[in-house]
């Protein structure tokens, strides 16, 4: 995926209704203080509430150290699929 990025992904609770976005954006340089250990390119991960405000002191470490074996795919588990779905 090229610099500036960003793919949303909706989480939903028992009943259906939405109960966070979650995210992950990339943007020149923004990982550069990161290890390269860590480092997912230049993306970075959120999550923000259902009412659309960003969850504060959220810990992106889970999702970087998860991701991180995703490289070849743009750290992304679904990118193949959305390469399918373009055609």
Known sequence: ???????VTVSLDED????????MESRTGWNAALPPLLRNGDFQYGRFDKTGRQVANFNQAPCL??????EADSFMFTHQQL???KG
Request: glycine content about 12%; some cysteine; hydrophobic content about 40%.
């Open 1 to 7: 995926l090229p610099i500036g990025a960003a793919v």
């Open 16 to 23: 259906g209704a939405i109960s966070s976005y979650e995210t």
């Open 65 to 70: 150290a998860c991701h991180k074996g995703k």
């Open 83 to 85: 390469v399918d779905a």
